[in-house]
């Protein structure tokens, strides 16, 4: 329950440290802020938007090459138990 806290407290703040940067960018038009807040990806340009499919992809290729090299190096490893020899 503490973790949650503390996770809601930082989400709220990092939401109002957005809102008032926002605020003083756009001289204090509120329909556009809240539009901006509630959908960031409306204010983005199309490089931003394909450099982040870029990170994207690539996130998800680095995650797919650890999981093929696990599996050449181990074997798929159903049902395996992994314990020391002592």
Do not use: Q
């Not at 960031?40 to 499919?53: G, K, L, T, W």
């Amino acid at each position: 329950m503490k973790e949650l806290g503390i996770i809601l407290f930082i989400f709220i703040s990092l939401i109002i440290l957005s809102l008032g940067i926002d605020f003083f960018l756009t001289k204090g038009d509120v329909h556009e802020i809240i539009i901006t807040a509630v959908n960031p990806f409306r204010v983005m340009d199309i490089p931003e938007m394909v450099i982040m499919i870029m990170f994207i992809l690539r996130y998800f290729l680095e995650k797919a090459l650890e999981l093929w090299k696990k599996i050449k190096k181990d074997g798929i490893g159903i049902g395996k138990v992994n314990r020391e020899e002592n």
